[in-house]
């Protein structure tokens, strides 16, 4: 997985936390948002155009784009700014455009309980199910995350 990193354009410094978090997926019992999905996502990594930034931010909420940068590395700045806003404010809501794409959730719902905070994430999806009694697709199938204890 590093190899495949480095092949991709990954600077030395953030291939370690990209290989963690798909590995954590696979460790979890989450083989389709482990490995298996490093392999998939790695042929994207060289599509990156820049380091995520804020490109607005009121108060508690916040817009970040992420250049199309490698998904467990913008969700670590969505996070990041999340919990400093929180500090600040005493709550946050964070949003997040143009990333790649990343493995499971848990991770980052949990570093937000790591600092007393309470924290939801959530993913985006196409509509792919029908509402009991619907025929047309309306909803997505990806999950929302939070931590099952308060801190961990």
Known sequence: MSAACRHQGVP???IDAVVAHYLEGELRGKPSHGVA????????FHLR????EVVHQRGV?????AHREIGPLSAAFAV??????AARHGAAAVGMINTQRYGILAPWTEEIARHGLIGI???T???EAVPAGGRTPVLGVNPTHFPAQGRH
Do not use: I, M, W
Not at 49 to 52: I, R
């Open 125 to 127: 999806s196409r509509a």
């Open 80 to 85: 990041d700014l999340a919990v400093a806003t």
């Open 37 to 44: 999905k490093f392999c998939f996502e790695s042929q994207f």
């Open 49 to 52: 155009q820049g380091p995520p």
């Open 12 to 14: 030395a410094e953030q």
């Open 61 to 65: 909420f916040a817009v970040v784009d």
């Open 121 to 123: 994430a959530t993913n």
